[in-house]
């Protein structure tokens, strides 16, 4: 479970490093973000050559938690670090993928959990990830 003010390492090619979040995007009740939420947060470390810079405020999908996940079957899932993608809105009110890339492994429940805030989910992160958990 992520919340504010927490920092999350970025599993794509879109140049930001880490963000800091600032926002659970949702109902105000939602204090904590699971992995399929979608946080709003500010660079803090980003590549030279990047597109993004220091400052900048950017939406990002949650791809990994360190937090343990139960799943339907009963079994857990866990990861090393706290990791995300960072997405857009379009003229509809849907997320984009912006990066062409993914790094490291992405579990199957983004499929399902994010069915709210994209028609099909965020199917594009998952067929670009390298490994599906």
């Known amino acids: 479970m992520l919340q504010v003010r927490s ?3 970025i599993a794509d090619n879109t140049g930001a490093k880490v963000v800091n979040v600032f926002s659970v995007n949702g109902k105000n ?3 904590f973000a699971r992995v399929g939420d979608v946080v709003a947060g500010s660079v803090r470390v980003c590549a ?3 597109a993004y810079k220091k400052g900048d405020k950017v939406y990002a999908v949650i791809v990994r938690l360190r937090k343990e996940t139960r799943r339907k079957d009963g079994s857990y899932i866990r ?6 993608v960072l997405v857009k809105k379009d003229a509809k009110g ?3 993928m912006l990066g062409t890339r993914i790094f490291g492994p992405i579990p199957r429940e983004i499929r399902d959990m994010a069915k709210g805030y994209y028609e099909d989910g965020f199917k594009k992160i998952l067929s670009l990830a390298p490994e599906v958990i």
């Open 48 to 50: 030279p050559n990047g």
């Open 29 to 31: 009740s939602n204090r």
């Open 79 to 84: 990861f090393d670090e706290n990791a995300g």
């Open 94 to 96: 849907n997320y984009e």
């Open 7 to 9: 920092y999350i390492k």
